[in-house]
């Protein structure tokens, strides 16, 4: 087995199911310490603003949460970042926001829309997803209680 300055011993992080070992500085006991797995977010142009409008309507979820009650307040977050991720998606994808290019070759126009999507969603879709996701929660919450 391995060692390291000061005499402690390392278990092989691919032999210990990817969890590296070593004793503890009191009573010589196993500790286990675990890796950070990065987190990766993929987006286009302004599909980070869904994260942003999702931010906004967890924390109006949680502050209206006491006065309204969690479902009420978890209803209004919900529909708020729907309606954020709505005018976010209808100023994207305003026809005024096109550009025309002209091939100066062969003379052919070309149409450049701005595309705009997170994990490869094209940020239109997602107001949909989130009021499905509302619809299902509301409805898991109701049968629940």
């Given at each position: 087995?391995?060692?390291?300055?000061?005499?402690?011993?390392?278990?092989?992080?691919?032999?210990?199911?990817?969890?590296?070992?070593?004793?503890?500085?009191?009573?010589?006991?196993?500790?286990?310490?675990?890796?950070?797995?990065?987190?990766?977010?993929?987006?286009?142009?302004?599909?980070?603003?869904?994260?942003?409008?999702?931010?906004?309507?967890?924390?109006?979820?949680?502050?209206?949460?006491?006065?309204?009650?969690?479902?009420?307040?978890?209803?209004?977050?919900?529909?708020?970042?729907?309606?954020?991720?709505?005018?976010?998606?209808?100023?994207?994808?305003?026809?005024?926001?096109?550009?025309?290019?002209?091939?100066?070759?062969?003379?052919?126009?070309?149409?450049?829309?701005g595309r705009s999507s997170l994990f490869?969603?094209?940020?239109?879709?997602?107001?949909?997803?989130?009021?499905?996701?509302?619809?299902?929660?509301?409805v898991i919450m109701m049968v629940g209680?």
């Amino acid at each position: 087995m391995p060692t390291v300055s000061g005499g402690m011993s390392i278990i092989h992080p691919r032999t210990s199911g990817g969890r590296m070992k070593r004793p503890s500085q009191t009573g010589g006991c196993m500790r286990t310490i675990q890796r950070r797995r990065p987190v990766f977010v993929i987006w286009s142009g302004w599909g980070i603003a869904i994260l942003a409008t999702g931010f906004v309507g967890a924390f109006i979820t949680a502050l209206s949460s006491q006065s309204l009650g969690f479902p009420a307040a978890f209803a209004i977050g919900f529909g708020l970042t729907a309606i954020g991720n709505f005018l976010l998606a209808r100023w994207r994808n305003d026809p005024s926001r096109t550009r025309q290019l002209v091939d100066p070759q062969s003379g052919e126009t070309v149409i450049v829309k701005g595309r705009s999507s997170l994990f490869f969603i094209p940020i239109a879709a997602w107001t949909y997803i989130v009021l499905v996701l509302l619809v299902v929660l509301e409805v898991i919450m109701m049968v629940g209680s």
